[in-house]
């Protein structure tokens, strides 16, 4: 099982009042630094053109900008960074890749996330599309990155991108592993046509060792298993009721004006992962506190056991101070299950 961190590029991850941090470079630059040394595996920078954690108001920053400034600053954690298709062509999209991986030396891999914020798209100036031609654009611009690195050597004119091998790209080895985000049958299908792993949204352990299961059955026999990624917020603290009575504070300072308004966009966008969130889930962006990981060392240890034996692959962490969080959890949890693992 591996580790990594969301880069905070929105500023931070809680809807909370009067709490509306910014986006910082020199942050994430340290937390990278110290994510490497503490034996993390990856850190991955999220793309939204609105920021959809703090609402349309608020900054967000350029997740490629960001971990490409990243890739200065480190030697090994691989770099995952989001791609929403429409929002910039497959070749731009590609040559962005292709120079992340050159200059990270092959760390990069790239996150394919269809978008469910109509709003974004509007102001991107980008049909937003119903869901099936959503996956439809993303199964055009995932064959148009590998035609342009190289991986494919034919012109395609499509429904949405008409797309040409230049002749003087030469094949990229190796190429970035393809992320997708999503669990619907679309994504789904996405996932096994190009993808290495499929990246989930926070859900119960019960809930998540179901949905791997399905994924499994549906594999064809002889076919690479994708890698299972999972979102998580991480709230520890020396005891269980010290986490809990945390995680009460945090549900008491909620922001449930900003949540109201963003909730009218989820309802608007018709997006099916976002059905029947309450006020209490959308405390953080990606419903992370579903997963269990509130409580002591002892619980939090436990329950990471839990999801490795659940199928999850990869762990992809959020902490209330990233620099913090993330650091006493690779010390408490992280360090000494990745020894357990290799004895």
């Not at 340290?30 to 034996?39: K, N, P």
């Not at 966009?265 to 969130?277: T, V």
């Not at 959308?282 to 659940?310: H, Q, W, Y």
């Amino acid at each position: 099982m591996k580790f990594g961190l969301w880069l905070p590029v929105y500023g931070g991850w809680l809807r909370l009042r009067n709490h509306r941090p910014l986006p910082d470079f020199e942050q994430c630059s340290q937390l990278a630094v110290q994510a490497e040394s503490d034996g993390y595996d990856y850190l991955y920078g999220s793309e939204n053109l609105l920021n959809c954690v703090y609402g349309m108001d608020a900054e967000v920053a350029d997740p490629w900008m960001f971990v490409a400034g990243l890739a200065t600053v480190t030697q090994r954690i691989g770099l995952v960074v989001a791609s929403k298709p429409g929002f910039c062509s497959p070749l731009l999209a590609a040559q962005m890749a292709r120079s992340l991986q050159r200059m990270s030396h092959g760390r990069c891999s790239v996150n394919i996330v269809c978008g469910w914020w109509p709003e974004e798209f509007r102001q991107a100036g980008v049909d937003y599309l119903d869901h099936a031609g959503r996956y439809r654009r993303a199964n055009e611009y995932c064959e148009g990155l590998q035609r342009f690195w190289g991986l494919e050597n034919t012109t395609s004119e499509g429904e949405f991108f008409s797309t040409e091998t230049p002749p003087q790209v030469t094949p990229l080895n190796p190429a970035p592993p393809i992320w997708v985000s999503g669990q619907s049958e679309d994504g789904l299908a996405l996932a096994r046509r190009y993808g290495e792993t499929l990246f989930l949204n926070s859900m119960p352990v019960a809930e998540l060792r179901e949905t791997i299961s399905g994924i499994r059955e549906l594999e064809a026999p002889g076919s690479a298993p994708l890698k299972i990624a999972v979102s998580a917020f991480v709230l520890m603290a020396e005891t269980d009721a010290l986490a809990k009575a945390r995680y009460q504070k945090l549900q008491v300072q909620r922001d449930d004006a900003l949540i109201h308004d963003l909730r009218t966009a989820m309802d608007e966008s018709g997006a099916s992962s976002w059905e029947g969130l309450t006020r209490e889930k959308m405390l953080d962006s990606n419903c992370g506190f579903d997963i269990g990981l509130i409580g002591s060392p002892e619980t939090i240890a436990r329950r990471v056991s839990e999801l490795k034996d659940a199928g999850v692959d990869v762990l992809m962490c959020q902490f209330e101070d990233m620099l913090k969080g993330s650091h006493q959890f690779a010390q408490h949890i992280m360090q000494p299950f990745q020894i357990r693992c290799t004895a």
